[in-house]
């Protein structure tokens, strides 16, 4: 069946780094996007970055300079490394394979990054 495990999440003082992984199994995954977003109590889940077949990257403009998703296709793995984080990046990290009808998500990890 299809899985993503989302690992690498934790608490880290403001300005630290983490560097959170996306496994996935059962698909075919270099022919999937991938995207993180990100979700924090009562409000809507936002995305954060995504990174497409080619490599190509997008970023939301609150982590652009910060944060930078990569891909190792002989892995099934995406990273997201977020770098001088701040206590707005508190959140739930959710990974996002998606590729024609198909869509998948993971369960999440928790981000907390302390003042």
């Known amino acids: 069946q299809v899985q993503l495990v989302e690992s690498g999440g934790g608490l880290v003082q403001a300005g630290g780094s983490l560097r959170l992984s996306c496994a996935c199994s059962?698909?075919?995954?270099?022919?999937?996007?991938v995207a993180w977003y990100r979700q924090t109590p009562g409000k809507q889940r936002d995305l954060v970055a995504l990174i497409t077949t080619s490599g190509s990257s997008n970023y939301a403009d609150s982590v652009k300079g910060r944060f930078t998703i990569s891909r190792d296709n002989a892995m099934n793995t995406v990273y997201l490394q977020m770098n001088s984080l701040k206590p707005e990046d508190t959140a739930v990290y959710y990974c996002?394979?998606?590729?024609?009808?198909?869509?998948?998500w993971g369960q999440g990890t928790q981000v907390t990054v302390s003042s």
């Open positions: 059962g698909i075919m995954f270099n022919r999937y996007s």
């Open positions: 996002n394979a998606f590729w024609s009808l198909a869509n998948y």
